[in-house]
């Protein structure tokens, strides 16, 4: 679940960013980190201390606190102004040095600095208009030093076909949830419904998402025009390739030659 421009340009993680940590809570970030290290050294693109990285679409920052933590001199940008703020305070309060800034993945300008960029949590697919995922692919590259990686993971159509967003909580959850999502076929847009509670307090809300699902033709299309190859594709958390019953892809995709 993460952060594109959603409807009527309204933050729908305002709502979530206090509890997005809780809601999260069985996620291994650290085990993120290191698969991406692992996708960057097949790369031949090691990450290192001292590496420069870009975290695409971060949320409230955990995997860029966590590439922090090894070493990396790390920027982090995300739409949502609330999940900027839940990430700057929890930096301030492990006393890591992130660069947090509050920019759209369509429309963000940074130097071509960046050894790594990252974009985790299917991200992507939140970029529902075609042209504005250019864009954000097209930005990235700009933004990294020529041989530099991109890596990112998406819902593949499968995934978006199957429903998989519909899903309820655990009993005892300290975010409680109940997600329906419904697939349109003809735009391969995805609506997930998303009813929340907070048992602690019993705040409830409800927050509308919607993703779309990008083949695996098109997102090597775009990636080539902005300036990326080669791109090899991944098994989500394996090194081997995806099959046709994938729901998780992840691409790794180098700066080669000039940005456009």
């Not at 739409?79 to 369509?106: N, W, Y």
């Not at 990252?118 to 939140?126: F, G, I, P, W």
């Not at 076929?185 to 609506?191: E, I, V, Y």
């Not at 046709?244 to 995709?253: K, L, T």
């Amino acid at each position: 679940m993460d952060r594109a421009r959603p409807p009527d340009d309204e933050d729908q993680f305002a709502r979530i960013a206090p509890h997005y940590d809780a809601l999260m809570a069985n996620v291994p970030y650290g085990l993120w980190a290191s698969y991406i290290g692992q996708l960057a050294l097949l790369a031949g693109r090691p990450i290192w201390p001292g590496s420069k990285l870009l975290d695409l679409a971060t949320g409230t920052g955990p995997v860029a606190l966590e590439f922090a933590e090894r070493g990396c001199d790390v920027t982090a940008i995300d739409l949502s102004p609330a999940m900027i703020a839940e990430a700057q305070r929890k930096a301030a309060e492990q006393g890591t040095d992130v660069l947090f800034l509050c920019r759209d993945l369509a429309d963000f300008n940074l130097p071509p600095d960046f050894d790594h960029a990252v974009c985790l949590y299917d991200s992507l697919n939140y970029v529902i208009d075609p042209d504005k995922l250019k864009q954000a692919f097209a930005n990235t590259r700009r933004a990294l030093k020529p041989g530099g990686i991109f890596v990112f993971d998406v819902n593949t159509v499968r995934a978006l076909e199957e429903d998989l967003f519909t899903q309820n909580s655990r009993p005892g959850a300290p975010v409680a949830y109940q997600w329906k999502s419904t697939y349109h076929p003809g735009t391969r847009l995805s609506r997930i419904k998303m009813e929340f509670c907070i048992p602690a307090t019993n705040e409830q809300f409800t927050i509308i998402h919607r993703q779309r699902a990008y083949t695996d033709a098109e997102l090597h299309s775009y990636l080539f025009h902005a300036g990326f190859a080669p791109v090899a594709c991944y098994e989500a958390y394996r090194v081997s390739p995806p099959s046709p019953d994938s729901d998780r892809v992840f691409y790794v995709a180098t700066a080669a030659g000039e940005a456009r």
